[in-house]
């Protein structure tokens, strides 16, 4: 979720996820989907779930790009269209 909540866990929720994601993509540009998938396992449990909303919502914010050829995505910078 990304509304706040009074039982909100701060440290699973989307919006730390996506940050973690957006992180390595600017450091690497361009990293495969199970690999970006490997950087939440400090998450613990609810990795699954919020890999993929994170990914959801760097997509919508229009900062990243999906490969399907190799699988990867790629970091867009802000004010660049490719």
């Given at each position: 979720?990304?509304?706040?909540?009074?039982?909100?866990?701060?440290?699973?929720?989307?919006?730390?996820?996506?940050?973690?994601?957006?992180s390595?993509?600017?450091?690497?540009?361009?990293?495969?989907?199970?690999?970006?998938?490997?950087?939440l396992?400090?998450?613990?449990?609810?990795?699954?779930?919020?890999?993929?909303?994170?990914?959801?919502?760097?997509?919508?914010?229009?900062?990243?790009?999906?490969?399907?050829?190799t699988?990867?995505?790629?970091?867009?910078?802000?004010?660049?269209?490719?």
């Amino acid at each position: 979720m990304i509304r706040p909540a009074k039982h909100l866990d701060l440290n699973s929720c989307v919006l730390r996820a996506a940050s973690i994601l957006l992180s390595k993509l600017q450091a690497t540009r361009v990293c495969k989907y199970s690999d970006l998938r490997a950087n939440l396992t400090v998450l613990g449990d609810d990795t699954d779930v919020t890999f993929v909303n994170a990914v959801h919502l760097l997509f919508l914010l229009g900062r990243v790009d999906y490969h399907p050829q190799t699988d990867s995505l790629e970091y867009i910078q802000p004010g660049k269209a490719s």
